[in-house]
């Protein structure tokens, strides 16, 4: 991930003013309940669509195309029934007009573009190999309700094919020529709560799906899962806090979820007291510390009293600190 693009986001809320070093590939967003998550999004949704609309008027080279960007709620995921189409669009121009009066009434937005897409059977290929990789379940067709998680991925990717594809004909194109489209087109994809109901076993494994699926799209994504930030070699990591978005860089690829957690996202990994129980014990053990009988035995008492799944977590420790204090 080589290429990366400045982003000006202006004041708006909470979020101040500032310059985002965005880079193709994935990126995620996390922070604290009502920290801006949503509104930082939408206006990258906006800034993005600013740098489209300069180059459709030709205020920027093609150098600086950036490609269409879309905006995903995920966490709204009920369907209109009242009727609608999706219309068909002349330019970006128009595409990008639509986007900004689709968030007003997103269920009818999803409505048409199922019953727009769906209607394609390459498309409804395309969508039941990516759930069934990713949920490990087979689809049985679209004219069923899901479970809530199953229908946010649906949506998801219906999302993205549209955006990818507005200006073709889909009932007149080869599986070859839908999937060099999807293949070579340029997006940014950016989707609030991407891990929205959907079970830890799942979020494993979603980023990478969507980067398989869509090579050419650049993800950014937020989320409160500590799984996430973990589960993605080639992620880069927001902690959005006080309005601003401060990049992560540390190699978080499967690092520890108990550091994870306290870390970065404040959760404490022990109680207070076991907190110092268990690093006393370990300088103990390397020897930075005296070993203390009655100390130490207080510490193996208090965990195998209060904290049961602790001390089975920790015997190893525990038994090697006595060892060291001849008990």
């Keep these: 991930m080589n290429n990366h693009m400045k982003i000006m986001l202006p004041k708006q809320g909470i979020i101040k003013k500032q310059s985002v070093d965005l880079s193709e590939g994935v990126t995620i967003l996390y922070g604290l309940n009502n920290c801006g998550k ?4 939408k206006l990258l949704d906006q800034a993005l669509d600013r740098q489209s609309m300069e180059i459709i008027f030709g205020q920027a080279s093609d150098q600086d195309a ?13 369907v209109s029934t009242r009727f609608t ?6 330019d970006a ?12 009434e997103y269920d009818l937005h999803l409505k048409g573009l199922r019953d727009y897409l769906l209607q394609s059977a390459l498309v409804r290929a395309f969508i039941q190999k990516a759930v069934g990789r990713i949920f490990h379940i ?3 067709g679209f004219d069923v309700r899901y479970s809530d998680g199953i229908e946010n991925i649906i949506n998801i990717y219906i999302n993205i094919l549209w955006i990818l594809t507005w200006d073709m004909k889909l009932e007149r194109i080869s599986e070859k020529e839908l999937w060099e489209r999807i293949k070579g087109t340029r997006a940014y994809i950016l989707i609030d709560e991407i891990e929205m109901f959907l079970h830890v076993s799942v979020q494993s494994d979603l980023i990478e799906s969507l980067a398989q699926d869509f090579p050419s799209c650049s993800f950014v994504l937020s989320t409160h899962s500590p799984l996430l930030l973990t589960r993605y070699r080639d992620s880069n990591v927001f902690h959005l806090e ?10 978080l690829y499967f690092k520890d979820l108990d550091v994870i957690y306290e870390s970065y ?3 404490k990994e022990f109680p207070a007291k076991v907190g110092e129980d268990i690093r006393y014990l370990g300088d103990v053990l390397l020897g930075e510390q005296a070993p203390d009988k009655s100390r130490i035995e207080e510490a193996a008492a208090r965990m195998h009293a209060q904290y049961p799944n ?6 190893n420790l525990i038994t090697k600190a006595k060892d060291r204090a001849g008990l």
């Design 38 to 41: 949503t509104s930082a999004l």
């Design 66 to 78: 950036c490609g269409l960007s879309l905006y995903i709620p995920t966490n709204r995921v009920v």
């Design 85 to 90: 189409e999706i219309k068909a669009f002349e």
């Design 93 to 104: 121009e128009g595409i990008i007009a639509y986007k900004r009066s689709s968030y007003a």
């Design 138 to 140: 087979g689809l049985s």
């Design 242 to 251: 006080n309005g601003v978005l401060r990049p992560i860089c540390d190699d």
């Design 265 to 267: 996202f404040q959760v």
């Design 310 to 315: 602790l001390y089975r977590k920790y015997i």
